[in-house]
């Protein structure tokens, strides 16, 4: 009889965040981004297959490495309290889409399909970006023949540091769409 040894390998994503490295493993976001889809640290764990205890130790990994607290929680309420996603949470995440992103190509694309009900996701490069106090326009090169322009509040412009010549999607969806006659 032979005997067979296993050693289960995990691989870590490393993030830059703020100027510190920060290595997790991959479930640790997927437990993050399940949160800040329910509100509900519960739901994650039904949605992932995990206990609830196992999800508190993953966060509990997450702040020490991290040096701050991922989520918070609400008490009370009519449902019984929510878990959100803090700043550092909501950094994370968006810390471990841009890394998937330069190692998968496709990875934002995907995972905006998957995500979203929308079917019609363009991709294209900033050409100009009208800045406004409260809403900003940004033109958007498809294809070098045709230009969409987008209007995103200005506190969006910053947060995503859109800038010309920045590769940018644009997500069409039904409620968002305005038609005018020429």
């Not at 471990?96 to 190692?103: E, T």
């Not at 230009?147 to 010549?165: A, C, F, H, M, N």
Request: proline content about 3%; hydrophobic content about 40%; glycine content about 8%.
């Amino acid at each position: 009889m032979h005997s067979v040894s296993y050693r289960c390998i995990s691989a870590l994503v490393t993030v830059n965040l703020e100027g510190k490295t920060i290595e997790l493993e991959p479930e640790r976001f997927e437990l993050l981004e399940n949160i800040n889809r329910a509100s509900s640290i519960s739901s994650a764990c039904l949605q992932m297959g995990i206990s609830y205890r196992t999800a508190v130790n993953w966060l509990k990994d997450i702040e020490r490495k991290a040096g701050g607290k991922p989520v918070q929680s609400i008490r009370g309420g009519r449902n019984k309290g929510l878990t959100l996603l803090t700043e550092l949470g909501h950094k994370l995440l968006e810390a471990y889409y841009s890394a998937q992103s330069i190692h998968r190509p496709g990875f934002i694309k995907s995972f905006i399909e998957l995500r979203l009900s929308a079917r019609n996701i363009l991709t294209g490069h900033v050409k100009h970006v009208t800045e406004g106090d409260v809403i900003s326009m940004v033109s958007v090169d498809l294809d070098g023949h045709q230009e969409v322009k987008s209007i995103i509040t200005t506190d969006s412009l910053k947060r995503l540091k859109i800038s010309p010549g920045d590769p940018v999607f644009i997500i069409l969806k039904a409620t968002e769409t305005l038609l005018m006659k020429r």
